[in-house]
T-cell receptor, first 113, second 113 residues
Framework: KAGVTQTPRYLIKTRGQQVTLSCSPISGHRSVSWYQQTPGQGLQFLFEYFSETQRNKGNFPGRFSGRQFSNSRSEMNVSTLELGDSALYLC????????????FGPGTRLTVL | QKEVEQDPGPLSVPEGAIVSLNCTYSNSAFQYFMWYRQYSRKGPELLMYTYSSGNKEDGRFTAQVDKSSKYISLFIRDSQPSDSATYLCAMSGDQTGANNLFFGTGTRLTVIP
C-alpha cells in the first residue's frame, strides 16, 4: 500500500506571496490532518479534514486554509506569506475512526525569503 | 506553559545502552499517547500507541503511561545506531478531538557504535 505523498517536497517563496501544498492520503483513508513543524515550536496542529469537511482546527491565523476533495486528497493554502511561515509542513492521514493511527507524509519544506 | 513538555536533548548513548525518553503534560483530558520516530528529512513514523495508563511492549521498545503523574516514557533496550533519530511524544483526548495531536518538541538521540 502506497504511503502518504506530499507535493512539492521543497518550495521557496518570498514574503507576501501565497502557496498551495498538496497531500494524497493512503488509499481508503478519509481523514487528513496538517501540521507545521519548526525547530522552536515543534509540531503544531493546523487543521483536520474528514469527508471534505473541516472537523478540527488548531490555533493558526486565517491566512492558513485548507480543503479536501471527494477523493480525500487535500490541499493547504497559505496567503500573504511571512518569514515565520518557513517550516516543514506535514500531512497525516488516518481511517474513519477517531482513534485510528495517523500516518505522516515526508513533508513539504517551505522557505520564505 | 506548553501542553506537552519534552527534554530536547540531544542525547548521546553507546550502542547497547538502555535509553529513557520522557514527556510531561498538563491536560488531564489526554487519553491517547503515542511515540513517533523521525529520521532526518522524513515524516514522523508511529512507534508506539497506548490508550490511558499502563505499559506496552513491542520488541525492544516499551511505552509507559502514568496518568496520575501526567508523565509518559519510552524505553529502548539494546539501542542500535539505527535508532539514531528524533523521538516525539504525542497525545490527544476526547475534548480536543482524537485526530488533533499535541506533540512534544522532540528528543534527538544519537547511538554511538
Amino acid at each position: 500500500k502506497a504511503g502518504v505523498t506530499q507535493t512539492p517536497r521543497y518550495l521557496i517563496k518570498t514574503r507576501g506571496q501565497q502557496v498551495t501544498l498538496s497531500c494524497s492520503p493512503i488509499s481508503g483513508h478519509r481523514s487528513v490532518s496538517w501540521y507545521q513543524q519548526t525547530p522552536g515550536q515543534g509540531l503544531q496542529f493546523l487543521f483536520e479534514y474528514f469527508s471534505e469537511t473541516q472537523r478540527n482546527k488548531g490555533n493558526f491565523p486565517g491566512r492558513f486554509s485548507g480543503r479536501q476533495f471527494s477523493n480525500s486528497r487535500s490541499e493547504m493554502n497559505v496567503s500573504t506569506l511571512e518569514l515565520g511561515d518557513s517550516a516543514l509542513y506535514l500531512c497525516a492521514s488516518s481511517g474513519a475512526g477517531a482513534t485510528d493511527t495517523q500516518y505522516f507524509g515526508p513533508g513539504t519544506r517551505l522557505t520564505v525569503l | 506553559q506548553k501542553e506537552v513538555e519534552q527534554d530536547p536533548g540531544p542525547l548521546s548513548v553507546p550502542e547497547g545502552a538502555i535509553v529513557s525518553l520522557n514527556c510531561t503534560y498538563s491536560n488531564s483530558a489526554f487519553q491517547y499517547f503515542m511515540w513517533y520516530r523521525q529520521y532526518s528529512r522524513k515524516g514522523p513514523e508511529l512507534l508506539m500507541y497506548t490508550y490511558s495508563s499502563g505499559n506496552k511492549e513491542d520488541g525492544r521498545f516499551t511505552a509507559q503511561v502514568d496518568k496520575s503523574s501526567k508523565y509518559i516514557s519510552l524505553f529502548i533496550r539494546d539501542s542500535q545506531p539505527s535508532d539514531s533519530a528524533t523521538y516525539l511524544c504525542a497525545m490527544s483526548g476526547d475534548q480536543t478531538g482524537a485526530n488533533n495531536l499535541f506533540f512534544g518538541t522532540g528528543t534527538r538521540l544519537t547511538v554511538i557504535p
